[in-house]
Structure formats: C-alpha cells, structure tokens
Nanobody, 125 residues
C-alpha cells in the first residue's frame, strides 16, 4: 500500500514562509505525479499544486500562483511545497496526494486514490 507522510506544517505570521515535505514509500515514485491539496474548516478539499512524473511540468491553483512552488526529488522519493508570502486564507490542513500510476495531474480530489494524513498550516494575521 502506498504510504505518504507529510511534515513541515505549523504556525506562521502572515507574510511568512513554510516548507512542506512529503515522503513517499511503497511505490515507484517516478511513476507518479505528485500533488498537494488543502482543506479548510467547512470547505471542500481543493487542489493547490501538482508536479508531473519526470519532467518539470507543474500546475498551481490561481490562489497560490507566484507564492507557492512545488518540486520533487525522485532520488529521495520526496515532494516539497515551498510556501511564501503566506496569507490567513492559506490556513488549512495540507495533504500530499498521488493519482494513479502513469496518470497526468489530477485536480479533482474524489478520484485520487492515495493520500497522506495531512499537516496543519495556520497563518495568523
């Protein structure tokens, strides 16, 4: 069973930065696109960013473009989300996710099979 473990969340003031990491195991990492979603209280889980399997293709939600950067290290089976210029509205639980092997980026949460346990990000004003 694919295992995804997030780390790096926490409390930060508005304008600050955080770097999330997601360590993947029990999969051939380079065969999977990797993505980040987030879910705020009372809201649906939403796509934040994704990176393709083995090329530098990335995709971002409009709300985070220019502030967040997703990257992956296939040698370490790890995907990262660098979050800069954080805003209070970025407060949410952030989830690492993997769509099915060899698929492209998927922005619909309900069809993604693999999820981490989530890490809380809280941005104070």
């Amino acid at each position: 069973q694919v295992q995804l473990v997030e780390s790096g969340g926490g409390l930060v003031q508005a304008g600050g930065s955080l770097r999330l990491s997601c360590a993947a195991s029990r999969l051939t990492f380079s065969s999977y696109a990797m993505e980040w979603f987030r879910q705020a209280p009372g809201k649906e889980r939403e796509f934040v960013a994704g990176v393709a399997r083995s090329d530098p293709t990335t995709s971002y939600a409009d709300s985070v473009k220019g502030r967040f950067t997703i990257s992956r290290d296939n040698a370490k089976n790890t995907v990262y989300l660098q979050m800069n210029s954080l805003k209070p509205e970025d407060t949410a639980v952030y989830y690492c996710a993997a769509p099915r092997a060899y698929s492209g980026l998927v922005t619909t949460a309900r069809i993604i099979p693999y999820w981490g346990q989530g890490t809380q990000v809280t941005v104070s004003s």
